[in-house]
Every structure is written in structure tokens, then in C-alpha cells.
């Protein structure tokens, strides 16, 4: 077992050392690569706090939306996208209502990891 | 650059300047990139028709960009050539040299232009760009003059030649970009099964910028200088530029101001149409939006991937790859009714 701070517990203290003491200390050409790296630290620190279960929860769910147990996520993706772009989620599609809502809310998990700020205020 | 090239390129430039003599009094490098360089120079000319101060940009292929990109340049100054003679505001394309012997590399010189183009500055500042009406009118003249450009066109006989409805020609090459790809994207899957059922046919086919927006185009205090970045331009639907420059995803935040962050779209409609002469279908400009997020999602993927192969290790690739999911859930919420 590993001890505290975690790794999403680190970086949010060195992201917070950075933002508060280097950043306003920086030269103008530099602050913008200072704030990728913030950028950077913020994405890696919420993808070590959601951890491996939005995978597993997306895989379980892709399994039931094309009827087979599929062990791999990267081919889980592969197969439903064919399933797509074959025409099974267009207009009047069984399965358009709950292939959509499985898009709506992988894409909501890949934001609350890439970019929560998009989701602010948006649809859906 | 080393005292001998400039020599070399101020014996070109009497030669194709027709001057009795050209001394370069200032040469420095404004940006040196993976593929090409961008040299300021000054030149004081005497004779010809070009006498007096010139002061110009040298575009090369940067030292180790190799040959398979040689040709770059030329196409590059076909088409500021094509895009100036009708009319479209562009550092004037003054000469270019194919031959390696004059300074070790293919270049071409242009006039230069003054300004700023970062997008998040002109979105933000008012002093960037002046009157924000006037910016998106012009901006609009400028699209539809680019667009004045029709084929056939000899000097553009590299540009790709294609016989589809142009939306299904980028459909096409964005699914097969997927297929090859180690990761499947299934939302950007549903957004081209949705691009492909509402495809638009085969209309009148123009030169097309296909990177007209905001960041891409310079200003002064006092409003437009030129319009930049040429090395996506194709022969498309005229719809596809329009719907790239008022795209939710380019407009730096400012999402209120619907042409590229900068002004209000209507404005910026109103000078394409006096200019071309053409309305505007207002509807049809929204499939092109949804296009927009597609390229611009395959791009970034694309970006992402230059870095994650190891290419090119660069943070600034490696976030451009986080941009996906953004435009994915934009193209969700686009397409989701119908």
C-alpha cells in the first residue's frame, strides 16, 4: 500500500507552487508555457482521480449495446464504431436513443478529464 | 544567414528586380520551424521598379526539411500569386527562386505586412483590428474574393482534383485517417454518419482557404493587413470556409460573437454577399459547422499523435490531442436531433 499524499495529491501541490509563486514571477514569453504545463498537471491529476473505473464502466456498457461480452475497450470502441458508421444510431433506429445517451455520457467522462470547464453551462 | 548567401541573394535580386544594384542592410530570422523558415529582410534597391527601401519576408524550407516537401514553396507562392491578382489582401508575392545553387534552398520573397494575428489578442483587446463592424465586413469581402477563384486554374494544377460532392470527399478521407488510426473515436464516428446523411451535393466548386479564421489573418491598430496561411487551400463547396470561420470552436471563447470571436456574424455575411453577389444560405452554413468541428477534431488528433509517436515531443502537441473531446461534445450537441 502506498502512502499519502497520492500522486493526484502531489500534483495538486506542485500545480498550486507554480501557479502561486513561479508563475508571477515569470518573464511574458514564458507564462504561456508555464500554463500548458498547468494545463497538463490539471488533466493527468483528474485522470489519476477518476482511475480505471470510467474504462470498465464504458467497456460494461458497449457490451450491452452490441449483445456480446468484449474484453478489450480499444476493440469494444472499434466494434461500435462500425456499428455507427453502419447506420445503427441514425433516425428511427432501435438502439439511437441508448446509443447516443452511451456517447453523451462517455463524452461527458472524457471531458471531466480533458476540459470540465466545456461543461459548464452546456447542453445535454 | 552567412555573408556569402546574402551576397548570392542580392545578385537574384537585381536580376529579377531588374536594379542596378541591391544591398540587404537587415537580415534576421523570424521563426524557424520543423519545415520552414521565415527570414526579415531588408533590402535598399537601387533602379528598376522596385527602387528604394523594400522591406520583405524570405520563405524557405527550413535546412532539414528534406526533400519530400521541396515543392512546397512554389505551390505556396502560386497561390498568393492567384489569391493577390483577384483581388484578396496578401503580403504581395514579389519573386521565387527554385534553384537550390542561390542560397542552398528553394525560396520565395514577399512584400512584408505589419500586425498581430494571435487569436486570443484580437478577440480581447480592442485595439487590435479597429472597428469591429468594418473587421467582419471586410473579412467577409476578402472570403468572397478568395472564393472569385474558379477552376480550371493552370498555375493551381496541384491542387487535388476531385469529382465528389466536396462534404463526402472529406468524409471519405476522415474515415479512412480513422481506420488507420490505433484508436477508435466513435462520437466523431456518429458526427460523420450525420455529415454523411446530410451531405450536400456536388454545387459550384471555388478556391478555398480552408483555414480562414480568426489567427490566421493580420491586423493593425487600424484593421485588416493580410490574410496568412495558405497550405490548406483546395478546391471546395465555398460553404466549407464560411462555416470554418464562424465555428463555435474558433472563436477564441467568445462565443457570443459568432464571426471567428471578432464581430457579428450578419456583419461579416453582408460584405461576402456584396461582394460575390450571392446570398448566403444561412442554413447551409450550419452543416459546414459541423464539418468544421470534424476537421478540426481529426486535426488535433492528428497533432496529438505527432507527439505521442515520439515525432515531435512537444506539450503544446500533446494538449492539442485533449481539444477532442471538446469538439466531440459540440458535434454531439449539434447533431443529436435529426
Known amino acids: 500500500?502506498?502512502?499519502?499524499?497520492?500522486?493526484?495529491?502531489?500534483?495538486?501541490?506542485?500545480?498550486?507552487?507554480?501557479?502561486?509563486?513561479?508563475?508571477?514571477?515569470?518573464?511574458?514569453?514564458?507564462?504561456?508555457?508555464?500554463?500548458?504545463?498547468?494545463?497538463?498537471?490539471?488533466?493527468?491529476?483528474?485522470?489519476?482521480?477518476?482511475?480505471?473505473?470510467?474504462?470498465?464502466?464504458?467497456?460494461?456498457?458497449?457490451?450491452?449495446?452490441?449483445?456480446?461480452?468484449?474484453?478489450?475497450?480499444?476493440?469494444?470502441?472499434?466494434?461500435?464504431?462500425?456499428?455507427?458508421?453502419?447506420?445503427?444510431?441514425?433516425?428511427?433506429q432501435p438502439q439511437r436513443t441508448a446509443l447516443f445517451a452511451h456517447l453523451r455520457a462517455v463524452g461527458r467522462q472524457r471531458l471531466l478529464e480533458s476540459n470540465p470547464k466545456a461543461l459548464n453551462g452546456a447542453a445535454g | 544567414m552567412e555573408q556569402n548567401l546574402l551576397r548570392a541573394l542580392e545578385r537574384f535580386i537585381v536580376t529579377v528586380a531588374r536594379a542596378e544594384s541591391a544591398a540587404i542592410t537587415s537580415a534576421r530570422i523570424l521563426s524557424g520551424g520543423a519545415v520552414q523558415e521565415n527570414w526579415l529582410i531588408d533590402v535598399a534597391i537601387v533602379g528598376g521598379a522596385h527602387a528604394g527601401r523594400?522591406?520583405?519576408?524570405?520563405?524557405?524550407?527550413?535546412?532539414?526539411?528534406?526533400?519530400?516537401?521541396?515543392?512546397?514553396?512554389?505551390?505556396?507562392?502560386?497561390?498568393?500569386?492567384?489569391?493577390?491578382?483577384?483581388?484578396?489582401?496578401?503580403?504581395?508575392?514579389?519573386?521565387?527562386?527554385?534553384?537550390?545553387?542561390?542560397?542552398?534552398?528553394?525560396?520565395?520573397?514577399?512584400?512584408?505586412?505589419?500586425?498581430?494575428?494571435?487569436?486570443?489578442?484580437?478577440?480581447?483587446?480592442?485595439?487590435?483590428?479597429?472597428?469591429?463592424v468594418q473587421l467582419a465586413e471586410r473579412l467577409g469581402r476578402e472570403l468572397a474574393r478568395i472564393h472569385s477563384v474558379?477552376?480550371?486554374?493552370?498555375?493551381?494544377?496541384?491542387?487535388?482534383?476531385?469529382?465528389?460532392?466536396?462534404?463526402?470527399?472529406?468524409?471519405?478521407l476522415h474515415r479512412h485517417f480513422l481506420d488507420g488510426h490505433h484508436t477508435a473515436h466513435p462520437a466523431l464516428e456518429w458526427g460523420l454518419r450525420w455529415l454523411e446523411r446530410h451531405a450536400p451535393a456536388r454545387g459550384e466548386i471555388s478556391l478555398c482557404h480552408r483555414d480562414y479564421r480568426t489567427g490566421n489573418y493580420m491586423v493593425d491598430e487600424s484593421g485588416l493587413t493580410g490574410v496568412l496561411d495558405w497550405e490548406f487551400a483546395g478546391w471546395s463547396d465555398p460553404l466549407e470556409d464560411l462555416g470554418w470561420f464562424c465555428a463555435k470552436c474558433w472563436r477564441f471563447g467568445k462565443v457570443d460573437r459568432e464571426a471567428g470571436g471578432i464581430g457579428v456574424r450578419e456583419d461579416f455575411y453582408r460584405g461576402y454577399e456584396g461582394e460575390s453577389g450571392r446570398p448566403i444560405d444561412r442554413e447551409a452554413v450550419r452543416y459546414w459547422e459541423v464539418m468544421a468541428h470534424m476537421n478540426w477534431a481529426i486535426i488535433a488528433i492528428q497533432q496529438g499523435e505527432r507527439h505521442v509517436s515520439g515525432e515531435e515531443d512537444s506539450l503544446l502537441l500533446a494538449l492539442t490531442g485533449h481539444i477532442v473531446p471538446e469538439l466531440e461534445w459540440e458535434i454531439l450537441n449539434m447533431t443529436e436531433s435529426d
Open chain 1, 1 to 92: 500500500m502506498r502512502d499519502r499524499p497520492t500522486g493526484e495529491e502531489l500534483l495538486a501541490c506542485a500545480r498550486r507552487v507554480l501557479r502561486e509563486k513561479v508563475l508571477p514571477v515569470l518573464p511574458g514569453e514564458h507564462k504561456h508555457d508555464l500554463l500548458m504545463v498547468l494545463n497538463a498537471m490539471s488533466i493527468a491529476e483528474r485522470q489519476l482521480h477518476y482511475g480505471e473505473a470510467p474504462e470498465q464502466q464504458e467497456l460494461t456498457a458497449i457490451s450491452a449495446l452490441l449483445g456480446e461480452s468484449l474484453a478489450d475497450p480499444g476493440e469494444a470502441n472499434r466494434r461500435l464504431s462500425r456499428r455507427v458508421r453502419e447506420g445503427g444510431g441514425d433516425p428511427g
Open chain 2, 54 to 132: 523594400l522591406e520583405c519576408v524570405l520563405r524557405c524550407d527550413s535546412p532539414t526539411a528534406g526533400v519530400a516537401i521541396s515543392h512546397g514553396r512554389a505551390h505556396e507562392f502560386a497561390l498568393l500569386k492567384t489569391v493577390f491578382a483577384a483581388g484578396v489582401t496578401v503580403p504581395e508575392p514579389l519573386w521565387l527562386c527554385e534553384d537550390s545553387a542561390v542560397i542552398g534552398r528553394p525560396f520565395f520573397v514577399m512584400r512584408r505586412i505589419a500586425g498581430t494575428a494571435a487569436g486570443h489578442l484580437l478577440v480581447k483587446d480592442g485595439c487590435y483590428g479597429g472597428d469591429r
Open chain 2, 150 to 172: 474558379r477552376p480550371p486554374q493552370p498555375a493551381l494544377d496541384f491542387l487535388p482534383w476531385y469529382e465528389d460532392a466536396p462534404a463526402l470527399h472529406s468524409i471519405d
